[in-house]
């Protein structure tokens, strides 16, 4: 049985402001309803959905301050579909799929499971539609004084010059860009200040609260375990491209016994790609940054 999802519950002390998506946000919790998630999906039938139906799959990054609940709505709006949203992980969206239980997917460029998913011709190929951020993780006293950098190498030069300890978060997004800031604010001898001691997600942020210092980590994520399990640190943005990871959407191809509602995604996915809902991807805020959390990246796929 469908029922409707509520947006992502917002930060404690913190609404959505007049710019967040305009009238897109708005009936936004209306507008979106979940499927069964990949728990006794072997059980669902994998015929084709309803006429007019689109199921997408999603990760919870694309619906941080409602962003994507709202694009859903205007899409509703301005077309015959309706959407059935699942959220998940990457790896069980894509396993849903190739069981033909979504037509099309929206997850991270660079998780696991996508390239074999498109190599074994089960989606199509992705299409970059918007990049969530990664942010800095700094302490409420921000030692290095990073609040006053101009981008992102700027803060991490910042960090380097008064050795404030920096704790590496080893998931694979974090970790890489750590090392890229590292070499493009000059190698800085790493002793006494860089830690890396193969901590990953919350884990790092609590060993950087402890020593009162900065990490990396998604904002999403960082955000969600703010409203779980608060600890004493904040997050710091930057309209810096090394920050940004972008978000793709796949079309399911029909086939192999999957029933797909292929005019739907396309059309789902097109409307994604529009110069229109880019800016409104870019005019996009949450209440507690004045920088985008999301930034338009379609004028990278071919035309």
Not at 2 to 8: G, V
Not at 126 to 137: G, K, M, S
Not at 202 to 207: C, D, L, M, N, W
Request: proline share 7%.
């Amino acid at each position: 049985m469908k029922r409707t999802i509520d947006p992502p519950t917002a930060i404690p002390g913190g609404g959505l402001t007049r710019r967040d998506l305009g009238l897109a946000v708005a009936g936004a919790a209306a507008a979106a309803v979940v499927s069964p998630v990949l728990a006794g999906a072997a059980a669902v039938a994998t015929d084709a959905p309803a006429h007019g139906t689109i199921r997408l799959g999603t990760v919870g990054a694309t619906r941080t301050a409602g962003l994507l609940d709202g694009l859903i709505a205007r899409f509703q709006d301005q077309s015959p579909y309706q959407v059935v949203l699942t959220a998940g992980n990457a790896a069980d969206l894509y396993a849903q799929a190739r069981e033909g239980l979504l037509d099309i997917v929206t997850t991270h460029l660079g998780v696991a499971d996508l390239p074999a998913f498109v190599q074994d011709k089960v989606g199509r190929w992705p299409q970059v539609v918007f990049a969530t951020v990664t942010a800095y993780v700094a302490a409420p006293d921000d030692p290095a004084g990073i609040l006053a950098a101009s981008d992102a190498v700027d803060a991490f030069e910042r960090i380097a010059q008064t050795r404030s300890p920096f704790v590496v978060n080893n998931l694979d997004n974090p970790r890489f860009v750590s090392e890229t800031l590292w070499h493009a604010a000059g190698q800085p001898d790493r002793t006494g200040w860089y830690v890396d001691n193969g901590l990953s997600g919350a884990a790092a942020v609590q060993a950087a609260s402890q020593r009162g210092g900065y990490t990396l980590w998604g904002l999403h994520a960082f955000l969600t375990r703010q409203q779980q399990n608060p600890v004493n640190m904040r997050a710091v943005l930057f309209g810096d491209s090394v920050l940004h990871q972008p978000v793709a959407s796949v079309v399911v191809q029909p086939g192999h016994g999957r029933k797909v509602n292929l005019p739907g995604a396309l059309a789902l996915q097109q409307f994604l790609l529009t110069p229109e809902i880019q800016g409104v991807v870019r005019r996009f805020r949450h209440p507690q940054f004045d920088l985008p959390i999301f930034w338009p990246v379609a004028h990278y796929n071919a035309e």
